[in-house]
């Protein structure tokens, strides 16, 4: 150990990749010539490449070496039977799709169901008496209510995973590219298939290649819902209504929370250019990648027919034209092609020609395409470093990034590993320039603290009122990624008041095992408190400053000093940066 | 300095306030400010009321000639004689509105019918966040067209300029000027489990070591929010009596109408405030004269009447503009209620609103043929058009800056205020 040390920390390790590629990843992690001891580098690391070191953790990797650790990050997949444990609480991640649907069913659709049973009949029933037979029939149907799917387990999970799960880097890498490639559970179609989309189209490709992450995004029912990818159809000869892009009006025909089928839905066709555009200006080339108008409405034309296996009797009809072999509809798992509404003529997309005739796999070609160009490179090269490095990248870190893209071709962890072996990542460490989204706050509270996380609702409701409601943010931009777009009066007020309240034991579902509700009066004085939340909270750091705040703020004579020592800490300047 | 402040600490919890804040203790504040003049005088004050569910618009203020309408809703159409309150000889309002009735034939109540967006979806949510971003059809528009109309106002702007009674931050006041959302004035702040007085401890705390700290950003939005609650808290809340025997309702709605009151009356800069209301989307037994939707409509109704009472001789400054993100379809469903639809009204009080008038469009005969996509009200106003009118003529926001407040449009005012 002290021999590799002296060497300059050179770990070499092999780690395998999703594909099944074995490569190294040679770790030379230069946080000594950033004048940072083991000790701090390890902290730096558990800020930005974990949700935040939990107690005795700074020691623990300083120990086992920091290449070491991000070697064993960067590899995923780490056995973890204590979050296996924590999530059988959630019996949503084990289920498949259309499972999901049969048992969390919204009241509008339960009514419907009994109605057309004929066991409801709402226009002579009572609201009490609707309500108590509706309960009944989930109980005896095994139904659950819709919003438990998003509110208590696509939700809790994350929570969950983050303060709990050892694949630290995983899910960190996971909130990033859910943002990238944001849905919103405020999209009606989405809302039921976002739980399947985070598990199936994001978690699985975040150390993997982007170019497989990219394709199950788009071809994942939550993404064709959300940016309308499902309503754009070539038209049949004589029946054009065409419909351009969302803001032209008319591309929405989706009821609402608890609409019934309109009586007559009028018909429209044509095309929707709303994934195509947020495609390569979003998720791949970037605003200014060098595409046009024109490509815009060539890559839509490519994707019409990229579509979404539907629920229900529609899903049961499908699949049983498929079986007589319908040849005109393509199903894999969820995603649903359907040739007669894709445009077969000719297109020409970023310069490249696509003969007439083609189908489904132009849609893959196109996404190579994307995926290989310098811009996506860039694009993602940028993004990354904002996320991990500083607001404010310097252009030498995204050139080495977009470098590593290129050679590898998208491979994720390669870029990650480039981007923990400069300097400037290492430079960070001192001026700690990030500020922590909110979600980050709180995961990183939970676990300085030692958090028992058993409900996850009152800490969601916290996490809205600082402004990041999880799994709920509709621009498919994402959150911005900087630090003026977290930081508001509002905001500000309320990640205070989280700090102060989760310290003192004031959020209920959360028990926190380094500071515990029942405890003797006075166990601590307010120094002794600064120094054991100190190190909880902001291991190898200054708290002087904070410190004497602290002790001009907390009367000798307060009761429960640890509470409000620790409530300070948490709600301190430096606790809200990473 | 250590010493003496050690000792002050000893003695009086307070006096610590006045030396790390170089301020007043609270008490003292609050007594000096019944007497002293308060810094931001009166301003001119939109209060913008969302209704969240899509209010049918149709049922509120209801064309009750139209043989068209009757027919489409055999159990809901409201006519005369069900009830309605006849208002221009071809529009009658629900009976559950009938406390803002008198507002209306004073001429200060204006009523917009066929409002609604020009982007179609029928997704509650979506039509919402286009309402409030106020771009219809684009949805990474970062900022709301109320954050973005508060930007234009001028440069003595209050750190209370802008608040939201509401639990989270609405997406109309998303953007780069201070805004605030609080649920309840009297506890807007930092707030320790362990009572006021220590609340006011910690909040000078934190506003010292926020003051303090290394971090540009942190020190800047540190200072506005402190601000913030420094101006919320100047007055007593808990003492606060309606002016001209107002008697507010007993709903939610009416308790943060209330607040809205004490803070304009409080005159602590207040220009933009924002509340909402939900419980509108009526798809089940929607009810006649009594049922959800009247019990909705008196809520809303009631609450508005006290509060404009409550305003005394401050209702000068005040405009009151209601929303709701779309209407409900013109035939019943089979549940005794309505689905999402199109069109629907709003209201515009003040006493610069061109009121005593229902204003827009609606169809002569709602017959299929009439209807948008053969089911709805159309839309025959764009929401912006009223939007701009009511906040720009207001709050005095020339009509060279609309597309500043509503990006990419181009329509004109839809004249609805006097002046």
């Not at chain 1, 003797?520 to 909880?536: C, H, P, S």
């Not at chain 2, 909040?203 to 950003?217: T, V, W």
């Not at chain 2, 999402?340 to 008038?357: A, I, K, P, Q």
Request: net charge positive.
């Amino acid at each position: 150990m002290v021999m590799t040390w002296r060497l300059g920390l050179a770990v070499s390790l092999f780690a395998v990749l999703a594909g099944g590629s074995a490569h190294a990843v040679e770790l030379n992690l230069p946080y000594r010539e950033e004048g940072l001891s083991r000790q701090q580098a390890a902290a730096h690391l558990l800020e930005r490449f974990a949700f935040g070191p939990r107690p005795g953790e700074v020691e623990r990797v300083a120990g086992l070496g920091p290449a070491k650790w991000l070697a064993r990050q960067l590899t995923g997949g780490l056995p973890d039977p204590g979050l296996d444990e924590r999530l059988k609480v959630f019996p949503a991640l084990s289920m498949t799709q259309a499972e999901i649907h049969e048992v969390y069913v919204s009241n509008g659709r339960l009514r419907r169901r009994m109605q057309s049973e004929g066991v409801l009949d709402p226009a002579g029933t009572s609201r009490a008496e609707m309500r108590r037979k509706m309960a009944q029939y989930r109980e005896e149907h095994g139904l659950q209510p819709y919003h438990r799917l998003f509110n208590r387990e696509l939700r809790g999970q994350k929570l969950v995973r983050a303060v709990h799960g050892e694949d630290q880097l995983a899910e960190v890498l996971t909130s990033f590219w859910f943002n990238h490639f944001n849905v919103t559970t405020r999209n009606r179609g989405a809302r039921s298939r976002v739980l399947t989309y985070e598990r199936e189209a994001i978690r699985p490709h975040v150390l993997g290649k982007f170019r497989t992450m990219l394709g199950a995004t788009a071809k994942h029912p939550a993404m064709l819902y959300y940016l309308d990818n499902v309503r754009s159809r070539m038209a049949p000869p004589g029946r054009n209504r065409p419909v351009r892009g969302a803001a032209g009006g008319g591309t929405g025909l989706a009821g609402g929370m608890m609409a019934a089928a309109p009586a007559e839905r009028p018909r429209k066709f044509g095309l929707n250019e709303n994934y195509a555009r947020e495609l390569m200006e979003l998720h791949t080339l970037g605003v200014d990648g060098g595409y046009t108008q024109r490509d815009v409405t060539e890559v839509a034309r490519v994707l019409t027919g990229w579509g979404v296996m539907p629920y229900g009797e529609r899903r049961t009809k499908i699949e049983q034209r498929i079986a007589r072999g319908n040849r005109n509809l393509v199903q894999q798992g969820e995603f649903l092609f359907r040739k007669r509404w894709h445009d077969t003529g000719a297109k020409e997309v970023l310069g490249v020609t696509f003969p007439s005739g083609g189908g489904a796999a132009e849609g893959e070609r196109v996404l190579d395409l994307l995926a290989e160009h310098p811009s996506t490179a860039r694009f993602i090269a940028t993004k990354l470093a904002r996320r991990f490095v500083s607001d404010h990248p310097p252009e030498a870190l995204v050139a080495r990034l977009a470098g590593t893209f290129a050679r590898t071709g998208g491979d994720l962890a390669a870029v990650m590993a480039t981007l923990a072996q400069s300097r400037a990542f290492w430079a960070e460490a001192r001026t700690r320039g990030k500020i922590k989204s909110p979600f980050e706050l709180v995961a990183s509270s939970l676990r300085a603290l030692d958090a028992d996380v058993r409900r996850s609702r009152p800490v969601m409701q916290w996490l809205e009122r600082m402004g990041q409601p999880l799994y709920g943010y509709t621009p498919p931009t994402g959150h911005p990624d900087y630090a003026a777009s977290w930081m508001n009066s509002g905001a500000l007020i309320a990640r205070i008041n989280f700090g102060v309240h989760l310290a003192g034991g004031r959020i209920r579902g959360i028990s926190l095992k380094r500071l515990p509700k029942r405890r003797r009066r006075d166990v601590m004085t307010t120094d002794k408190a600064l120094a054991v939340y100190g190190a909880l909270l902001l291991p190898a750091r200054d708290t002087r400053e904070i410190a004497s705040e602290v002790r001009k703020t907390i009367p000798r004579d307060a009761e429960r000093k640890d509470m409000k020592v620790a409530g300070m800490l948490l709600a301190s300047p430096e606790f809200q940066y990473r | 300095m250590g010493w003496t402040r050690r000792a002050l600490i000893k003695g009086s919890g307070l006096a610590l306030l006045s030396l790390s804040l170089g301020g007043t203790p609270p008490f003292l504040r609050r007594a000096a400010a019944a007497a002293e003049p308060l810094p931001h005088g009166r301003r001119k004050v939109l209060v913008a009321l969302f209704q969240r569910g899509a209010m049918d618009g149709l049922m509120a203020v209801t064309p009750v000639h139209d043989p068209a309408l009757a027919a489409a809703r055999p159990n809901l159409f409201m006519g005369l004689r069900q009830g309605q309150t006849d208002l221009d000889g071809r529009f009658a309002m629900h009976p559950a509105f009938a406390p803002l009735l008198p507002l209306y034939r004073e001429g200060r109540l204006a009523v917009v019918h066929g409002v609604g967006s020009v982007h179609k979806t029928r997704s509650h949510f979506d039509a919402q966040d286009y309402m409030e971003m106020g771009t219809p059809g684009v949805k990474s528009t970062p900022s709301g067209w109320l954050n973005r109309a508060a930007g234009l106002l001028g440069p003595r702007a209050s750190s209370a300029r802008m608040v939201a009674l509401t639990d989270k931050l609405p997406r109309s006041f998303y953007g780069d000027r201070p805004a605030i959302a609080v649920d309840d004035l009297q506890s807007f702040g930092i707030r320790v489990p362990d009572g006021p007085e220590a609340s006011e401890r910690f909040r000078a705390g934190f506003a010292s070591m926020y003051a303090g700290s290394a971090k540009r950003l942190a020190r800047r939005v540190g200072k506005e929010s402190f601000e913030a609650v420094e101006v919320l808290r100047k007055t007593d809340w808990s003492g606060y009596r309606p002016g001209d025997g107002a008697v507010y309702p007993d709903s939610a709605l009416a308790r943060r109408l209330r607040q809205v009151a004490m803070l304009i009356k409080a005159e602590v800069g207040l220009e933009v405030a924002f509340t909402d209301a939900g419980g509108w989307d009526t798809h089940v037994r929607q009810g006649t004269a009594a049922g959800s939707f009247a019990d909705r409509a008196a809520e809303l109704s009631g609450a508005l009447a006290a509060f404009w009472t409550d305003l005394g001789p401050y209702q000068d400054d005040v405009t009151v503009l209601t929303m709701t993100e779309f209407g409900r379809t013109v035939e019943q469903n089979g549940s005794l209620g309505t689905d999402h639809g199109r069109g629907s009204c709003l209201f515009v009080l003040g006493n610069e609103v061109d009121g005593g008038r229902v204003h827009g469009t609606v169809p002569e005969r709602l017959v299929k043929d009439a209807l948008e996509d053969g089911r709805d009200l159309p839309v025959t106003t764009d929401f912006r058009s009223v939007f701009a009118e009511v906040a720009g003529k207001h709050l005095g926001i020339p009509r060279s800056h609309d597309g500043l407040v509503f990006p990419g449009w181009e329509g004109q005012r839809r004249r609805l205020m006097k002046t």
